[in-house]
């Protein structure tokens, strides 16, 4: 079982950056992909990008391609977000969640382990 922990997160205005961490400890993290997903204020969770077993094997929601970017360090067992031209809209609690399958998938129910989460703000 992998732990994990997301940090990152921050006050940021529009059109700034940031990059998000996802720290894992346990398991054997080169077996685990990742998902990112992302919280508004009462708004339903929803997947934002994910990384699978392979660099290769990335996959990320409509609204955040070409802004957005995830990697992964396995020597360092991160997964970083990288988010650029940030959006108001792209505002909420950020977490990461792992699954023991080489392929990932932006569904929550993909995921069995989850982390706490890492508050992101972008102000207009």
């Known amino acids: 079982e992998v732990q994990l922990q997301a940090s990152g997160g921050g006050l940021v205005q529009e059109g700034g950056s940031l990059r998000l961490s996802c720290a894992a400890s346990g398991g054997t993290f080169d077996e685990y992909s990742i998902g990112w997903f992302r919280q508004a204020p009462g708004k339903e969770r929803e997947g934002v990008s994910c990384i699978g077993v392979t660099e290769g094997g990335s996959q990320y929601v409509d609204s955040v391609k070409g802004r957005f970017t995830v990697s992964r360090d396995n020597a360092k067992k991160t997964v970083y977000l990288q988010m650029n031209n940030l959006k108001p809209a792209d505002t909420g609690v950020y977490f990461c969640?792992?699954?023991?399958?080489?392929?990932?998938?932006?569904?929550?129910?993909?995921?069995?382990?989850w982390g706490k989460g890492t508050l992101v703000t972008v102000s207009s």
């Open positions: 969640a792992s699954v023991l399958f080489p392929r990932c998938h932006i569904g929550r129910s993909w995921y069995d382990y």
